[in-house]
């Protein structure tokens, strides 16, 4: 009798060992399957926030395309627009007027040429601070309004036979022997108001 319930308590130990047994394959065998399956919805969210972050990141990041302009383009465009005027100037003995050729850029030869019979040393004394250039393109007029600082007002209507010749005579040959400019009348003003001349044309 004894001898039974001894090998009903191995069969019980026995049991007993195997469930747990099975217990822990299955413990094993569920970790493995949740390994196996896909991302939880939370998961796949932080994923989908790290790659939108990696978007941003990489397209603030894209470098504008830089277009150089070729410099052999550039010289050869500066030096298609030079073009080269005649303009007039008193010579040393102040009896008439001598050429002499002036380069500058097209949309700014006028006021070259003026600029350069200006700055003759012969009206050093008249005080001259600048000038303005108005063009009657359709009556072919150029007014050239001179202005002179407040000490020297009224030497523009006293002027030497020389500085006349210079300036007046210098001027209104200049503009008007230049074809593509079309002017044909030269007045001078200063302020706004004629300025006398006798001048013999």
């Not at 390994?35 to 397209?59: C, D, K, M, W």
């Not at 830089?66 to 383009?73: G, Q, S, T």
């Not at 040393?92 to 600029?115: F, I, K, Y």
Request: aromatic share 6%.
């Amino acid at each position: 009798m004894n001898h039974i319930y001894q090998q009903l308590g191995y069969l019980v130990a026995g049991l007993i060992l195997l469930g747990a047994s099975s217990c822990s394959s299955s413990d094993a065998a569920n970790s493995a399957e949740n390994q196996g399956q896909p991302p939880t919805i939370a998961s796949q969210f932080v994923n989908l926030q790290q790659t939108r972050h990696q978007i941003e990141t990489a397209s603030s990041q894209v470098v504008q395309p830089f277009n150089p302009v070729p410099a052999v383009l550039a010289s050869s465009a500066a030096s298609d627009s030079a073009v080269t005027v005649t303009v007039y100037k008193v010579d040393n003995n102040c009896r008439s007027l001598h050429p002499e050729a002036v380069t500058g850029p097209d949309n700014q030869l006028m006021s070259s040429a003026v600029n350069e019979v200006l700055k003759q040393q012969v009206f050093s004394s008249l005080g001259l601070v600048g000038y303005r250039l108005r063009i009657d393109r359709r009556l072919g007029i150029a007014t050239v309004d001179l202005r002179t600082s407040g000490n020297y007002r009224q030497k523009l209507q006293n002027l030497s036979s020389c500085q006349m010749l210079g300036l007046f005579g210098g001027l209104r040959r200049t503009l008007t022997s230049y074809a593509p400019w079309k002017i044909k009348t030269v007045r001078f003003t200063e302020l706004g108001e004629d300025i006398l001349i006798t001048l013999r044309e």
